[in-house]
Antibody, heavy 121, light 110 residues
Framework: QVQLQQSGPGLVKPSQTLSLTCAIS??????????WNWVRQSPSRGLEWLGR?????????DFAVSMKSRITINPDTSKNQFSLHRKSVTPEDTAVYYC???????????WGQGTTVTVSS | QSVLTQPPSASGTPGQRVTMSCSGS????????VYWYQHLPGMAPKLLIY???QRPSGVPDRFSGSKSGTSASLAINGLRSEDEADYYC???????????FGGGTKLTVL
């Protein structure tokens, strides 16, 4: 059974970097045809896809147009986890953040427990 | 404003059939699979439908999906109170090179 366990701070100050980690069990970050995603949810925006990484011999990355240049996703094969880093956050980045497995083309079938992140001074 | 358009709300009484729509374009729904997710308050979203009309194991057959051209629909038969949730469609967009979610439909069971 695949499980995703998220960790990271729930409060981040404006202009700082938001960093979250997602530990994978029951699967590997190098799985074929699997992409590891970050998605956030807020009352004003609903579900919003942020980006993903998928790795074979190399790792590839796709990001939402609105996120490019301020977001990185880093897979860590030694720890079997992946992380999200979002630079220069503003209060609009306040949301519940989820890490998600996408077993392509079978959909986003495994979700982390969610981390509520508040951007406030 | 989402590229995938969903009505903001829908409602029905227990036992009824409810449908909700998702409208996109040839960049997304027209040439890629559609997925549906159920989001209950305080929980992580749950995959309901994949590849337009397929149900994952454990999803009741009361839920069904369909796709035609650049639009898709989710139908719920035999509506139950526990179906009250937000429902999101999703599809890959080949022009934006990213996954898109619709704005979500809030289903109320009266």
């Amino acid at each position: 059974q695949v499980q995703l366990q998220q960790s990271g701070p729930g409060l981040v100050k404006p202009s700082q970097t938001l960093s979250l980690t997602c530990a994978i069990s029951g699967d590997t970050v190098l799985s074929n045809n699997v992409a590891w995603n970050w998605v956030r949810q807020s009352p004003s925006r609903g579900l919003e896809w942020l980006g993903r990484t998928h790795c074979k011999s190399d790792c590839y990355y796709d990001f939402a147009v609105s996120m490019k240049s301020r977001i990185t996703i880093n897979p860590d094969t030694s720890k079997n986890q992946f992380s999200l880093h979002r630079k220069s956050v503003t209060p609009e980045d306040t949301a519940v953040y989820y890490c998600v497995r996408n077993d392509i083309p079978y959909g986003m079938d495994v979700w982390g427990q969610g981390t509520t992140v508040t951007v406030s001074s | 404003q989402s590229v995938l358009t969903q009505p903001p709300s829908a409602s029905g009484t227990p036992g009824q059939r409810v449908t909700m729509s998702c409208s996109g374009s040839t960049s997304n729904i027209g040439n890629n699979y559609v997925y549906w997710y159920q989001h209950l308050p305080g929980m992580a979203p749950k995959l309901l439908i994949y590849k337009n009309d397929q149900r994952p194991s454990g999803v009741p057959d009361r839920f069904s999906g369909s796709k035609s051209g650049t639009s898709a629909s989710l139908a719920i038969n035999g509506l139950r109170s526990e179906d009250e949730a937000d429902y999101y469609c999703a599809s890959w967009d080949g022009s934006l090179m990213g996954e898109l979610f619709g704005g979500g439909t809030k289903l109320t069971v009266l």
